[in-house]
């Protein structure tokens, strides 16, 4: 893949979903060109891409229809370059594994994020805490089991769910500062708490990841588009 | 050694069929363990503790959860009838519409029941009509081309679920005016022999949605 315009990524700096293709496509060390979107005013490109969600990350590739949906990305630029950092494993059932725990985490785990932040009463906060609790305690079990010891939840090697979770550290880190909460508690799960450490400071996605500027800016964005009202 | 391949199941439920349809279609002799969801089995707690939920494929006693994970699984171990496209980017494309079903179709119907929240079928006609498009454009029987695939499937609920529904509620949501494409896949999709093979007994559905709907 020599051609650096042969792959287009279409994304927001403070988006965790695009932040996440970002690190497969380094982790990979496959070239791309990047667009940054504006989602306050939405470009002509990113709607014609995406017409179905209108959202960011969307993945050009070639002369191709556009690829929506972060997970699904990160698993089209493992089917065509396997031999560049395979991020998924090759056994059915590890690769079953992966797929499970990464619906989880963005079914799950990631909405509380969003709920959260939408909630401003006090007994619906503590109550999307105490799920945000448990949602963490599975994820130091899967990590644990899928680890085996090592430092990633891939091996000894960042691998798929690495990037589909260590995409949210940043993020997560921000709530949790605006709400005087500490999800990777080193108590409660000191596992996690250590991944949570390593892969933040990786280098393919450190390079990616947003600062507090631009996060505080896109979170007022957003607390304008979709303000809080529980 | 034989491979054994156990389905924790429930008869009713759209994502137990689904995987069903995805077993039928490769041929895969299986045993069905139905569930009680009321007072949940050891097993059920054992394979699935995250979510306690069906469907669980269990293959030589390793347990597999979430339908769409499961279609994908048994399509990556058991050659023959392909479930997903080879090509990656039409594999992708099938990723999408299969997601975009769960995420957005699903519930959108479910609300223009009145089975989530107040009854409204905006969202719902708006969602439907990216499926009859992406039809229109396909220009074929299915979302798979000439035959099913994890698409198709995974609108299961959809094809058939849905008619029931209606006839239990008296809400039309899928007409043919409005969506002609859709509809003629819906009659497609049930004939498929293993969609057959997989689809519990209607009456028996409308009757337990007649019950919700207190008809």
Redesign the interface.
């Known amino acids: 893949m020599g051609n650096k315009s042969e792959i287009k990524l279409l994304g927001t700096a403070a988006s965790p979903f695009a932040n996440r293709v970002q690190f497969a496509l380094n982790l990979k060390s496959m070239k791309y060109e990047y667009i940054e979107e504006n989602l306050a005013c939405k470009s002509e490109l990113l709607i014609k891409s995406n017409p179905?969600h209108k959202k960011v990350p969307v993945l050009l590739?070639a002369d191709?229809p556009p690829?929506?949906?972060s997970q699904?990305?990160v698993?089209?630029l493992d089917?065509?370059r396997p031999d560049l950092y395979q991020l998924l494993p090759s056994v059915?059932?590890d690769?079953?594994n992966c797929?499970?725990w990464a619906?989880?985490i963005d079914n799950k785990f990631f909405p509380l994020y969003e709920e959260l932040r939408q909630t401003l009463n006090k007994a619906g906060q503590e109550a999307i805490k105490e799920q945000m609790i448990e949602a963490t305690q599975?994820l130091e079990e899967a990590f644990i089991k899928s680890s085996n010891g090592k430092t990633y939840f891939g091996g000894d090697q960042v691998g798929y769910l690495d990037v589909i979770l260590g995409c949210f550290i940043r993020w997560t880190q921000h709530v949790d500062e605006l709400n005087d909460f500490n999800k990777f508690d080193e108590v409660r799960i000191l596992e996690l708490a250590k991944w949570a450490k390593c892969i933040a400071s990786h280098e393919a996605l450190k390079s990616v990841t947003p600062g507090k500027e631009t996060l505080e800016s896109f979170f007022g964005l957003i607390n304008i588009y979709r303000p809080p009202y529980k | 050694m034989a491979d054994e391949v156990k389905l924790l199941s429930l008869l009713g439920s759209p994502n137990v069929c689904r995987v069903e349809i995805a077993l039928k279609l490769k041929g895969i002799n299986y045993e069905s363990i139905p569930q009680d969801l009321v007072n949940k089995s050891a097993d059920l707690l054992k394979y699935n503790p995250?979510h306690k939920k069906v469907p669980v494929l269990l293959?030589n006693g390793?347990p597999?959860?979430?339908s769409?994970?499961?279609i994908?699984?048994i399509d990556?171990?058991w050659k023959g009838v392909p479930v997903l496209p080879q090509d990656?980017?039409e594999?992708?494309?099938a990723?999408?519409w299969a997601?975009?079903i769960d995420d957005?179709c699903t519930p959108a119907i479910l609300k223009a029941f009145g089975m989530e929240g107040e009854q409204d079928a905006t969202e719902a006609n708006g969602q439907l009509q990216?499926l009859e498009n992406e039809l229109n454009v396909k220009g074929k029987k299915f979302f798979g081309g000439d035959s099913i695939n994890l698409v198709d499937i995974s609108a299961s609920f959809l094809a058939f679920w849905v008619g029931a529904i209606e006839e239990a509620s008296g809400i039309q949501l899928v007409t043919k005016d409005k969506f002609p494409k859709l509809t003629k896949w819906c009659d497609d999709f049930v004939n498929c022999q293993a969609v057959k093979d997989s689809l519990p007994p209607r009456e028996a559905l409308v009757a337990f949605f007649k019950g919700r709907f207190g008809n």
């Open positions: 179905v590739h191709k690829i929506c949906e699904i990305i698993e089209y089917e065509i059915s059932l690769r079953a797929r499970f619906a989880y599975q | 995250v293959h390793k597999i959860s979430e769409l994970v499961i994908e699984y990556d171990v990656p980017y594999k992708a494309q990723r999408f997601k975009f957005k990216y």
